[in-house]
């Protein structure tokens, strides 16, 4: 089954976040912290943007 781009987006945008947001947590956890969750969630969506600019953005 072929995916569209807007899925392969959407994808992006939900699974980075969440992924780096599930490590932050992890780290926060073992660190006992709080300050690594929004971190991890702010860097998946940075990676995130980057990779849907890598792929689809250039020519």
Known sequence: ???STATDVTSYL????????LIGKGLD???GTGFALPVGI???FTL?????WVRYGRA
């Not at 939900?14 to 947001?21: E, R, Y």
């Not at 995130?48 to 849907?52: A, H």
């Open 14 to 21: 939900i699974s980075g976040p969440v992924a780096f947001g």
């Open 29 to 31: 956890v073992w660190w």
């Open 42 to 44: 702010a860097v998946g």
């Open 48 to 52: 995130s943007l980057y990779v849907i």
């Open 1 to 3: 089954m072929a995916h």
